[in-house]
């Protein structure tokens, strides 16, 4: 299965980009030092010609800001986290939903009420949900960075455990259906023996596709957050002029800059372009992994079905070809 799935040119292109982004992430973090140019006038000389925000091109790649940082290295410097916000809450909801998935197998009568307030969840906004509940606490000097990094990855991840795990539970059923697992029961195989002799295995390719499914919606989740003025780890507010404070992301994770910039669209559209951008081509990449998975699972099962049956039908044709039968005649 995974030297299928490392075959698949649509998982590699997917992975590829995906891993060099976080490698120049960590480079510019390691290496650079984390350094993101700012500079709010240009000079000619003695006399200024410009002043931030500048338009994209060859010394600003993605333009800059208001303050004159360069967007290009705030969201290179931004990927690590954004990133790894997306594995880490997605690992959770899959580990959390797989235990949730197995005790929803024993759920019997309860079964019908756990699946209807799930299914609730889908007529809910995630991001406005998670927006009124974590509002207060981000807006409160009584937590520390931390404190509001935890609740809000705890939030993101519980939002979709109810949905996750039913689909979980549904996935398990389709397995325990198969004429093998019945054999194994009726040869008086336990529960656990079954679930993770006989179960997992084909449980794998479907745990890495919801994997790499719940980072793509975790993704989207952190930009519908943004959107809204929620950052990661709290929102932060940063003096500009005399009359007014622009909201700022202190870690450049990609959701806060999408809210920190989206009140300058009209100032400078590209403020708002390059991070909807980021997220749309990372959001494709993984899309990309995800089809490569699909392909994977589906494809050398069967291939290697078809090259049994053929090898069947050549030994059967070659056993019949190396014998002749002689049949007697009655002796009168």
Same mark, same amino acid.
Do not use: C
């Given at each position: ?126 991001? &406005? %949900? !998670? +927006? /009124? $509940?974590?509002? =207060?606490? *981000? ?14 990855? &705890? %939030? !993101? +991840? /519980? $939002?979709?455990? =109810?949905? *996750? ?168």
């Amino acid at each position: 299965m995974i030297k299928a799935i490392w075959k698949q040119p649509f998982f590699l292109i997917g992975f590829l980009f995906v891993f060099s982004l976080l490698t120049f992430s960590l480079y510019h973090y390691y290496v650079m030092d984390n350094e993101i140019y700012e500079n709010q006038i240009v000079y000619e000389g003695i006399t200024p010609v410009d002043k931030a925000p500048f338009a994209p091109s060859s010394e600003y790649w993605f333009g800059s800001d208001r303050m004159g940082a360069d967007l290009f290295y705030q969201i290179v410097s931004g990927a690590k986290y954004t990133l790894g916000i997306a594995f880490i809450a997605s690992f959770l909801r899959i580990i959390l939903s797989y235990f949730g998935g197995i005790l929803l197998m024993s759920a019997g009568r309860l079964l019908p009420v756990i699946k209807g307030l799930g299914q609730s969840f889908y007529y809910i906004p995630s991001a &406005l %949900l !998670i +927006v /009124l $509940i974590i509002w =207060p606490v *981000t807006m409160s000097d009584q937590f520390t960075f931390w404190d509001k990094v935890y609740f809000e990855l &705890l %939030l !993101i +991840v /519980l $939002i979709a455990v =109810p949905n *996750t795990a039913i689909l979980m539970k549904e996935e398990i059923n389709l397995i325990q259906r198969e004429e093998f697992i019945t054999s194994a029961k009726l040869m008086g195989g336990s529960r656990l023996r079954i679930l993770f002799k006989h179960v997992m295995p084909h449980l794998w390719p479907k745990l890495l596709l919801m994997y790499v499914q719940q980072v793509i919606a975790v993704l989207l989740l952190l930009a519908h957050l943004g959107i809204l003025g929620l950052f990661f780890g709290g929102t932060t507010f940063r003096e500009y002029g005399l009359e007014f404070e622009i909201p700022v992301s202190d870690s450049n994770e990609w959701s806060g800059l999408l809210g920190g910039y989206y009140y300058q669209l009209r100032l400078a559209p590209w403020l708002v372009f390059f991070p909807v951008l980021s997220f749309a081509t990372v959001i494709m990449a993984f899309n990309f992994m995800a089809e490569g998975i699909k392909r994977a699972s589906g494809q050398p099962i069967m291939k290697r079905r078809v090259k049994k049956k053929d090898k069947g039908k050549d030994q059967l044709a070659a056993k019949n070809a190396s014998f002749t039968f002689i049949h007697e005649k009655k002796i009168s």
